[in-house]
């Protein structure tokens, strides 16, 4: 134990790096302030080696506090990016949906447009009536990916 004298300099009390750390990680960064405030007042007591012991726990858990917040800070980052990531990638798979259901539709057009107007044939009335039923079924399969669409960009 190293002799002190009671004009000698007080050990660093950490104060400002634990009141910082409860940014990072506040459990460990209580016990830092705790610690901090004890070095102060122990060596103006005469308590040099407990205020030598004060300033390495406050240091101590100070640091702790803050390699443990950079480490939850880095995570959430690396999830969020994660996150939106998928999220983009589900969009553009909705929007190539999207795209084949109105190529599609448009090929129905296309297909409708060039019947006849309807005779008396029935081969051409049960094929307009299938072109009618493929269309309606596009067009509600369009409207459900649409929805879910929005419900990704709103999320």
């Known amino acids: ?3 002190h004298s009671p004009n000698s300099t007080p050990p660093s009390n950490w104060m400002v790096g634990a009141v910082l750390s409860i940014l990072c990680c506040w459990p460990l960064a209580i016990p830092a302030i705790v610690f901090a405030a004890k070095v102060n007042s122990a060596w103006n007591a005469g308590d040099y080696a407990g205020a030598e012991d004060a300033a390495k726990k406050a240091k101590m858990f100070s640091l ?3 390699a443990l917040g950079a480490v939850v800070w880095i995570g959430s ?3 969020t990016a994660m996150s ?3 999220a983009d990638q589900a969009v ?3 929007n190539a949906e999207i795209d084949e259901i109105n190529e599609s539709l448009d090929a129905d057009l296309e297909e409708l447009e060039s019947i006849a107007p309807p005779s008396f044939d029935p081969s051409l ?3 307009l009536d299938d072109l009618t039923e493929s269309l309606d079924a596009d067009l509600e399969e369009l409207e459900q990916l649409e929805s879910d669409l929005e419900e990704l960009e709103n999320y």
């Open 64 to 66: 702790i506090a803050f």
């Open 84 to 86: 939106l990531m998928a």
């Open 77 to 79: 980052g690396i999830v």
């Open 1 to 3: 134990m190293a002799y």
């Open 92 to 94: 553009d798979e909705y």
């Open 125 to 127: 009335d049960a094929n």
